[in-house]
């Protein structure tokens, strides 16, 4: 049982590791999409809407995906188990 476990902590380890690593580069390209436009706007009103609009994406998709490793967190066992079972069956029969 216990490699049950560590094989589970693993998966789970690199999932968050995966999700983290789409939620900074999401950050990066928004922000350098904002950096690289800013003078495309044609006035500061256009720009404000722009960085609101950029703002809200970060925040619900950094939202979703915290959410996201919660439930997760929280069906470890059962989702990566099932993984796990499904892995070793399709390993059997490879040979």
């Known amino acids: ?39 495309l706007a044609p006035n500061s009103t256009a720009r404000l809407l722009l960085l609101i609009g950029g703002a809200v994406v970060l925040l619900f998709n950094t939202a979703a995906i915290l959410a996201m490793l ?13 993984d796990i079972k499904f892995l070793d069956e399709a390993k059997g029969r490879k040979g």
């Open 1 to 39: 049982m216990t490699d049950l476990n560590q094989r589970i902590e693993a998966m789970h380890r690199r999932d968050v590791m995966v999700a983290w690593a789409f939620v900074i580069g999401l950050w990066f390209a928004v922000i350098f999409v904002a950096l690289a436009t800013w003078n």
């Open 70 to 82: 919660r439930h997760y967190r929280e069906d470890r066992d059962f989702m990566y188990g099932i």
